[in-house]
């Protein structure tokens, strides 16, 4: 089988999250500066089979779309382009940058670590894959 990434896309910074082969589990992969994004991707996707990717829709609690919408969806459009043959999904990232926050508060990290930005990205994109496993799982 193969991977599906999931992008917690941001202005600055990009987290990455992963499956195992099996698409069962989620893990954390790395967090890339969001100017690197294909660069990074076309690394990846040139080590790794990648049959899906799983992007972020930020929403609010009313379920309207935040400003960064208009940036993913440029970041969509040439992702298509340069990746014909990856499919797209979206998933509702609601909550996941608090939840990220308090899973990292609680896992016994230096205070340092816990404001990590990067780190909270990272978590964040691993929550947006899990929730998505679970939903497809169904």
Do not use: H, W
Request: net charge positive; glycine share 6%; charged share 30%.
């Amino acid at each position: 089988m193969s991977q599906i990434l999931a992008i917690d896309y941001g202005k600055a910074r990009c987290g990455i999250a992963v499956t195992d082969e099996m698409q069962i589990i989620a893990s954390g992969l790395e967090t890339v500066p969001t100017k690197e994004i294909f660069v990074f991707l076309k690394k990846y996707f040139s080590e790794n089979t990648v049959d899906q990717i799983v992007v972020g829709l930020p929403t609010d609690l009313k379920g309207n779309v935040n400003d960064i919408e208009t940036d993913i969806l440029k970041f969509l459009e040439k992702f298509k382009l340069q990746f014909p043959i990856v499919g797209v999904a979206r998933f509702d990232e609601r909550f996941t940058s608090k939840m990220a926050s308090f899973f990292i508060s609680q896992s016994g990290k230096t205070k340092k670590k816990r404001e990590e930005k990067g780190l909270i990205d990272k978590v964040s994109a691993t929550l947006i894959l899990q929730n998505y496993l679970e939903q497809i799982q169904k």
